[in-house]
């Protein structure tokens, strides 16, 4: 009997395991499963975003604000056009860019799926510039369009799913599975999936692609050492959006290795703010 339901626990888990639809992650070209739609994804992305949105105070500093939404527009303009070029121009739809500065002084940064980027004025002090500032848009957009919250929601679920497998089959012998606490756990996830959560392995993923999508936008991808030079000077790496990150030190050591492919793509451009400005409280 138990041979029986161990037979039936694999089958199952497997059928689990090959659900959903095979994707390949631009730049990294690691594959993908997900479970659930970009449609479905965007939808409570763009909820989200509105409810964010609707209790945030955004700045009062012009140029600052200006200056992240030039440098946020030209990295997705970068992207788009690599998506297209790259066999990936379906994927060009999904996103509606916006960039906003908010008032809010921690070291953070986050974008919802579909483009929707928050910068928050804390991180500027450390980013200091607009090559800067570049990296950490740069990495936020790489979290999108690697899709990693529809990931880790995916992922979640598949988890979720195979206990409720586990429980299906152990019901057999007499122990019935805990069903509502298995249905709150995949309906919590959405709604934080994409502010914070990420895996380690993610947050390497976006490190790595947003290194080579702010070069792509005109940015020197060699400001990435001394801006994570700061961070873990200042100790902010982990008190911020990056606390999940690897260490700084393998951070600093996986950019250095990155940067020469980063090189290939990186063209100069001119920008007319480069500098964070600071402003005064009355």
Request: hydrophobic content about 40%; aromatic content about 8%.
């Amino acid at each position: 009997m138990k041979s029986v339901k161990y037979v039936i626990l694999v089958v199952l888990t497997a059928i689990l395991a090959s659900c959903g639809t095979a994707t390949q992650v631009p730049i990294t070209g690691r594959k993908q499963r997900l479970v659930v739609s970009d449609e479905q994804v965007m939808s409570l992305s763009n909820q989200e975003y509105q409810n964010y949105m609707k209790s945030a105070k955004l700045s009062s500093n012009a140029n600052n604000t200006a200056m992240v939404k030039r440098c946020g527009q030209r990295l997705a303009n970068a992207v788009e056009t690599y998506l297209r070029g790259h066999g990936f121009a379906s994927e060009v739809a999904n996103y509606k860019w916006e960039f906003n500065l908010v008032q809010n002084n921690q070291v953070n940064a986050f974008c919802m799926p579909g483009g929707k980027i928050v910068v928050y004025e804390g991180i500027l002090p450390v980013t200091q510039d607009e090559a800067s500032l570049a990296i950490v848009l740069g990495h936020e957009i790489a979290h999108a369009v690697a899709k990693h919250s529809a990931e880790r929601i995916s992922n979640e679920y598949k988890q979720q799913a195979a206990v409720s497998v586990l429980g299906s089959v152990a019901s057999v012998a007499g122990m019935g599975p805990n069903t509502a606490q298995i249905a709150s756990s995949i309906l919590g996830v959405g709604t934080k999936a994409w502010t914070s959560g990420f895996s380690r392995s993610q947050e390497s993923e976006a490190d790595h692609m947003g290194l080579i999508f702010a070069a792509m936008a005109g940015y020197d991808p060699q400001v990435a050492l001394s801006f994570w030079q700061r961070m873990a000077a200042a100790g902010n790496s982990s008190n911020s959006i990056f606390s999940d990150h690897p260490s700084d030190e393998k951070r600093i050591k996986q950019i250095q290795g990155w940067i020469p492919e980063a090189q290939k793509y990186y063209k100069p451009v001119t920008t007319t703010t480069t500098k964070v400005t600071t402003t005064k409280k009355k």
